[in-house]
Every structure is written in C-alpha cells, then in structure tokens.
C-alpha cells in the first residue's frame, strides 16, 4: 500500500467536504504540490475537494500559475461552505507555523518538507525535511502510483521544484533530481520560460528600490529591511541580495501591526538559516525552516516596548553569527 492508498482511505470517511490548505501566501512550490494533490485525490474518488489558502497572493509568477494551470484555489473568506465539519489535507505546511492561518477544519493529514514541528494529531503524516520542495514529494506520489502526470500538472511542479531548490542548487535532494528529471521530458518548457519572466512584477519594483537602500553588511551578513510586503516578497528579496559577492547570510525583515516577520537566506555550511532565525526569536517567536532558508514570527506583543526592532535583530544575528566563526 502506497501513502497515496493510506491518504485516499482516511479521507474517503470525511464527514463532509476536504480542503488542501497550503501555507498562507502560497508561492509556486505550494501552488504545484496542491494542483498536484487535488488532481491525485480527484483521480482516486475524492469529490468534495477544494484547495483554500487564507492571504492574498501577490507575487507575479505565482499570480500567473493560478492562470496558466487553472488552479482552483480560493481564498477561505470566499469559502462560504468551509466549517468545522470539514477535514483539511496541509500541503507545504504543518499545525502550528507562523505561515498557516487554523481554518475552523479539522487537519487530518500534513504533506510538507520543512522542519518537523512534532505530533499534531494528523491521521496522516509525510513530513520530509531532507527534500528540498514539497512538489518533489507530490511528483513522487504520480510515478509510485503509476499515475499518468497531465502535461500542466507536470509542467507546475517541475517549476515548484526548480523554484524552491533555485534550479537545483540550494537544498535539493536525490528525489528533487530524480523527479526534476521525470518531470522535464513530459512538461511544456516555453511555460517555464514565461513563468521566468514573471518573477517580478513592475509594482514590485519600487519596493524593492526602497527595501535594497536598507541593506546594511556586517562581514559576510546582510540585513535587509522591508515595508509592506508580503512573504513571498521578502524571502524573494533576500534571495537577490545573497547573490551579492562577499554575502553568504541575509536576514530580511518586516514590521507588521501584528508583529515582525522574518526571511532568512544562507549558502554557509557552518552558519545554518533555521538554527540563525531560532536564535533570533528564542523566547518571543517561532521560527523554522531548512539549513539554507527559514522564516521567524516574533507577535507584536512579545516585542518589549523599549526594544528597538532593528537593533534587536541585528543583535542577535551578529552573535550567532560571531559565535559560529569562533
């Protein structure tokens, strides 16, 4: 029996309908692997199925996903049927992130790839932290089931993975290779191309201009602060910025009303992205992610009044920093 086979058993007793739920700004790795799971649950009898994310999505080439793919992705305020009565399918993401929002669904299952955040209760768990994107993990499903992949779906998740593994260089896993490769001959290239050419939109570029004239270098470490962007934009930022010579680290941050958000980038070996935003937000956030990428949430009123966001956060990065080159 496949995982596949185990999921499609749990949910065949859903009491009502079955959302898939990425995280909250869904960019393409999260995009690909839930086109991918609706249509394998589609395929094996699920009907009442949907996908839901809670926040807008703003991001150029994850706006042009959503067309190109036809995804039929909602967002929960729009989900007039979604109660407690339902069961949701996490995909991208796991109970109790600071980039999921807890729908009033019962989360029965979690397909993710970052950082194990222990027993939450699922009635399924396929939860890989050594893969470098979730959509390596749904492609895999397609061939161990010997499940035909649509050229769309395989032409998204080759582009999830191309995306969340920076074309195979950061993070990327036997299985990220492997179905890279299946993936390649039975997708359409030219939409690879178009996606390429909207990963930024113009609007964007005027947040960029203003957030690159904060970057501040420390040694190899760069900090990067940003005003009213999104998630997707932020860890997109600091992916620019770590392609500057002589900056192995970025820590590029947001100030929210409801807190601070945090975007961490590494290529160092020894100085790991989820163990710096660990540091960062120990005792006043949650935080987590994988060695080259990772993301913290530190709740506005976990902030001490007299603390200075930025000071704070350079502070602490710089120590973990230093502390990692001693």
């Known amino acids: 029996m496949t995982k596949l086979d185990t999921?499609?058993?749990?949910?065949?007793?859903?009491?009502?309908?079955?959302?898939?739920?990425?995280?909250?700004?869904?960019?393409?790795d999260?995009?690909?692997?839930?086109?991918?799971?609706?249509?394998?649950?589609?395929?094996?009898?699920?009907?009442?199925?949907?996908?839901?994310?809670?926040?807008?999505?703003?991001?150029?080439?994850?706006?042009?996903?959503?067309?190109?793919?036809?995804?039929p992705m909602i967002q929960a305020k729009d989900a007039l049927t979604l109660g407690t009565e339902d069961w949701a399918v996490l995909v991208d993401a796991q109970k109790g992130n600071a980039n999921i929002?807890?729908?009033?669904?019962?989360?029965?299952?979690?397909?993710?790839?970052?950082?194990?955040?222990?027993?939450?209760?699922?009635?399924f768990e396929d939860i890989r932290p050594n893969v470098g994107s979730c959509s390596a993990i749904v492609a895999e499903y397609f061939f161990e089931n010997n499940i035909a992949v649509p050229q769309g779906i395989a032409t998204?998740?080759?582009?999830?993975?191309?995306?969340?593994?920076?074309?195979?260089?950061?993070g990327a896993s036997d299985l990220d290779i492997n179905m890279f490769y299946k993936l390649y001959s039975m997708s359409n290239i030219d939409m690879i191309v178009e996606l390429k050419g909207n990963d930024i939109a113009a609007d964007d570029l005027k947040l960029y201009a203003e957030a690159f004239n904060t970057v501040?270098?420390?040694?190899?470490?760069?900090?990067?602060?940003?005003?009213?962007?999104?998630?997707?934009?932020?860890g997109a930022a600091g992916?620019?910025?770590?392609?500057?010579?002589?900056?192995?680290?970025?820590?590029?941050?947001?100030?929210?009303?409801?807190?601070?958000?945090?975007?961490?980038?590494?290529?160092?070996?020894?100085v790991l992205a989820n163990s710096l935003v660990h540091h960062i937000v120990e005792g006043c956030g949650i935080g987590g992610g994988h060695d080259n990428m990772a993301g913290g949430f530190i709740?506005?009123?976990?902030?001490?009044?007299?603390?200075?966001?930025?000071?704070?956060?350079?502070?602490?990065?710089?120590a973990f920093y230093e502390q990692c080159n001693a």
């Open 30 to 71: 999260a995009i690909a692997s839930s086109l991918g799971m609706y249509y394998l649950l589609s395929q094996r009898g699920i009907q009442k199925l949907a996908i839901v994310y809670d926040q807008e999505i703003e991001k150029a080439n994850s706006l042009r996903m959503l067309e190109m793919f036809n995804v």
């Open 216 to 234: 501040e270098i420390y040694d190899e470490l760069g900090f990067l602060r940003l005003q009213h962007v999104n998630d997707s934009l932020l």
């Open 7 to 28: 999921l499609v058993d749990i949910l065949k007793d859903a009491p009502d309908e079955v959302f898939i739920q990425p995280h909250n700004v869904p960019d393409p």
């Open 299 to 318: 709740p506005r009123e976990r902030m001490l009044p007299n603390r200075v966001v930025d000071t704070f956060i350079k502070h602490r990065a710089i």
């Open 239 to 270: 992916d620019i910025v770590i392609s500057v010579a002589g900056i192995e680290i970025v820590v590029a941050y947001v100030e929210r009303d409801s807190g601070i958000k945090i975007s961490v980038r590494s290529t160092r070996r020894d």
């Open 101 to 123: 929002t807890d729908l009033p669904t019962d989360e029965v299952a979690s397909i993710d790839h970052h950082e194990y955040r222990g027993n939450n209760g699922y009635r």
């Open 156 to 170: 998204a998740l080759l582009y999830g993975i191309f995306m969340d593994t920076d074309n195979l260089t950061r």
